[in-house]
């Protein structure tokens, strides 16, 4: 979704869940979440055990992706989140599992 399609400029929220999020489907279900919310950007671990999720977009529709990755509602466990805002870089293409 586009500033044109929603009458908002698209932002950028970078987001690292803590917790037991790998190996759980965790990746998978944020990429289910943002690609319904019309993201685009990746779910990917890293080496401590955190997943890193980049999404772009309108900031209503990341701020419900923030909302999901905190409900415990996901597979695994999610012990913190912590967020980034900044502008969208606008070279991502659908939403990736890395």
Do not use: H, I, K
């Not at 990746?27 to 943002?34: E, K, Q």
């Amino acid at each position: 979704m586009d500033a044109v399609a929603t009458g908002e400029p698209d932002v950028r929220l970078t987001a690292w869940v803590r917790g037991q999020v790998q190996g759980v489907g965790f990746r998978w279900w944020t990429r289910a979440r943002a690609l319904e919310l019309g993201l685009v950007g990746s779910a990917s671990n890293l080496r401590d055990g955190r997943v890193e999720v980049n999404a772009e977009g309108s900031e209503a529709a990341c701020q419900r992706l923030l909302v999901a990755l905190r409900s415990g509602d996901s597979p695994g466990r999610v012990d913190a989140v912590v967020e980034r805002w900044s502008d969208p870089r606008g070279n991502l293409v659908g939403f990736v599992e890395r």
